[in-house]
Antibody, heavy 126, light 113 residues
Framework: QVELVESGGGVVQPGRSLRLSCEAS????????MHWVRQAPGKGLEWVTV????????YYADSVKGRFTISRDNSKDTVYLQMNSLRADDTAVYFC???????????????????WGQGALVTVSS | DIVMTQSPDSLAVSLGERATINCKSS????????????LAWYQQKSGHPPKLLVS???TRESGVPDRFSGSGSGTDFSLTISSLQAEDVAVYYC?????????FGPGTKVEIK
């Protein structure tokens, strides 16, 4: 079964840290770039970060740059999101997402998000 | 960053009637070398993750009912539900994946009139 399963969400105080995990199954994980996308309560979708298939490149939204770190372990089919210095406005459901992009003469082109996890709720509150 | 806008914010349509959602990007998302628009549509039902409906502006995903269709090119796009069904009640988002950061529209809520 092709799926992504997030874990690690919860309630955390401002300034503290939390790590999310996303385990993939049913497809060749190491072939895909992976993203984290978040959705604050009652709000729209916000891209957070991406790691390329081999972890060689990582990019972050300005809102999380310097505080969040994405990583992956292709031997475990898992992508992680380390979130430090959490703030109230980081409260959201965090989705792990597969990128349906492709390489063209060594240049990577992003693609549509063709597989989503069920989401992990992170609540930052004192 | 490419800014995505959608209209309307919400719409209420009678069962069996047509619903059309518009999406506009602040820059063209048409990649000239392959003549493809890097534009997707997602459906999000309450309490669920988004689901990819349409990619490359007009390619319907496998299993998506043919009442859903995407169109447009460059900076102007639309998603049409030709005959609204009760199960189509959801928020619909457009997204560009032409350039980083990948950005979404604010969403359009579709309800039954």
């Amino acid at each position: 079964q092709v799926e992504l399963v997030e874990s690690g969400g919860g309630v955390v105080q401002p300034g503290r840290s939390l790590r999310l995990s996303c385990e993939a199954s049913g497809f060749i994980f190491s072939r895909y770039a992976m993203h984290w996308v978040r959705q604050a309560p009652g709000k729209g979708l916000e891209w957070v970060t991406v790691t390329w298939h081999d972890g060689s490149k990582k990019y972050y939204a300005d809102s999380v740059k310097g505080r969040f770190t994405i990583s992956r372990d292709n031997s475990k089919d898992t992508v992680y999101l380390q979130m430090n210095s959490l703030r109230a406005d980081d409260t959201a459901v965090y989705f792990c997402v597969r990128d349906g992009g492709y390489y063209d003469t060594n240049l990577y082109h992003y693609g549509p998000y063709d597989l989503w996890g069920q989401g992990a709720l992170v609540t930052v509150s004192s | 960053d490419i800014v995505m806008t959608q209209s309307p914010d919400s719409l209420a349509v009678s069962l069996g009637e047509r619903a059309t959602i518009n999406c506009k990007s602040s820059q063209s998302v048409l990649h000239s070398p392959n003549n493809k628009n890097y534009l997707a549509w997602y459906q999000q039902k309450s309490g669920h993750p988004p689901k990819l409906l349409v990619s490359w502006s007009s390619t319907r995903e496998s299993g998506v009912p043919d009442r859903f269709s995407g169109s447009g090119s460059g900076t102007d796009f639309s998603l049409t539900i030709s005959s609204l069904q009760a199960e189509d009640v959801a928020v619909y988002y457009c997204q560009q994946y032409y350039s980083s950061p990948l950005t979404f529209g604010p969403g359009t809520k579709v309800e039954i009139k």
